[in-house]
């Protein structure tokens, strides 16, 4: 899968179903080459005048299944 196709989906939590964000960004382990953890970019509720954007880190380990049009994660909480 190439990162234009994964930056396209999104990112919904297991724990209350809601929708985070998108994929705005990975981490990888430079000695294994494997991904770390992703970046969404959220909305921030409370500044959409401005515009904010708040990135919020998933580690790779909690992403439970990339479907063909949304990414699923297992966080406790979001702050966006």
Avoid: H
């Amino acid at each position: 899968m190439l990162f234009s196709e994964l930056k396209c989906k999104d990112v919904v939590n297991l724990k209350d179903c809601r929708k985070i964000g998108k994929i705005c960004d990975l981490e990888f382990d430079v000695c294994s080459g494997k991904i770390c953890c992703v970046y969404i970019t959220a909305k921030n509720r409370w500044c959409n005048i401005f515009s904010a954007e708040d990135k919020i880190c998933v580690p790779y380990k909690d992403i439970r299944q990339i479907g063909p049009d949304l990414i699923i994660v297992d966080i406790c909480s979001v702050s966006a």
